[in-house]
């Protein structure tokens, strides 16, 4: 396989569909707004510059790179594609939609994946024909630099699509891990519980966000604290997947802080707002 299309042009799609295309794939970069796809083409050639200052690309490689990507507004771009990576918002309806669509469009042999972080495989599979060839490939935050794909198998999917999925990880230079499909597969289901209590011992005043964070970053060997974390990924984000976690596990023990909600709710959701548990406002 050498073509893919990654649906949604944001921090995630960005990194996947620069991988792709710096291990030789084309690369239909899909979004419904021109101003992401103009971002995340400037992005991909800052962090193809990056790697060449760091001496891990060679200096005519960026172009050959950006090269091997082509973007558009519309799904369509994504019929000559023989895997597709969805990372589109982590929102249930807007998978749900796009998959049908996906379905309708992909070739019938083009395995259909997505990088949700904690959404149903399973469910998501069931709006298309082709369960079988549906398939999570969640990839890490920052994709270029972390090593890690959660390949999810749904209820459906094949040995041959997972098979297939597993090598191209691989070939991407990344390290695959299989997991079966529950909420939150293994990342999320594990880290999202951390990070909830580390919020709530903010919530009943245990300790400040920099003492907790330096407590996991010196004593846990952490490379970053569970708040600082919390905030690179989206407070926004953190709720969503907690939400997935108590309504598909039903335990408590995965109920949403309620410091957690009502950040949410004033609109202090992390980096991209410029401020979380921290102030991102003078670096931003």
């Known amino acids: 396989m050498t073509r893919a299309a990654v649906i949604g042009a944001g ?24 101003a992401a796809l103009e971002k995340a083409t400037a992005t991909i050639r800052s962090n193809l510059d990056r790697q060449v200052k760091k001496g891990t690309l060679a200096a005519d490689a960026p172009a050959e790179v950006l090269g091997r990507i082509t973007t558009a507004t519309a799904l369509d771009a994504a019929a000559g594609a023989e895997l597709v990576v969805e990372a589109a918002s982590e929102n249930p309806a807007v998978k749900f939609g796009l998959f049908e669509q996906l379905d309708r469009v992909a070739a019938p042999a083009a395995i259909l994946a997505t990088n949700t972080s904690s959404i149903s ?60 499909d529950y909420p939150g597969f293994v990342s ?14 903010v919530f009943e005043g245990v300790a400040r ?6 407590v996991m970053k010196l004593g846990m060997a952490h490379p970053m604290g569970p708040l ?27 109920r949403a802080c309620p ?3 009502k950040m949410v709710a004033a609109g202090d959701l992390g980096r991209k707002s410029g401020r979380g548990f921290y102030d991102y406002r003078e670096t931003k």
């Open 121 to 180: 495989i399973t469910e998501i599979a069931a709006r298309t024909r082709r369960p079988g060839q549906v398939i999570g490939m969640h990839f890490m935050n920052p994709v270029p630099v972390m090593q890690l794909v959660e390949v999810i198998r749904g209820h459906a999917t094949t040995d041959a699509t997972t098979r297939t999925v597993m090598d191209t990880a691989t070939a991407l230079g990344k390290t695959p891990v299989e997991v079966n």
């Open 188 to 201: 999320n289901r594990v880290l999202m519980p951390m990070i909830n209590e580390a919020i709530f011992c």
């Open 11 to 34: 921090t995630m799609g960005n990194g996947i569909a620069h991988v792709f295309a710096q291990h030789g794939w084309s690369v239909a970069l899909i979004d419904t707004v021109p």
């Open 228 to 254: 600082a974390l919390a905030d690179f990924i989206g407070l926004d984000v953190c709720l969503a997947i907690l939400e997935v976690l108590h309504r598909g596990l039903g335990d408590d023990k995965y």
């Open 209 to 214: 966000p920099d003492a907790i964070d330096t």
């Open 259 to 261: 410091l957690l909600r």
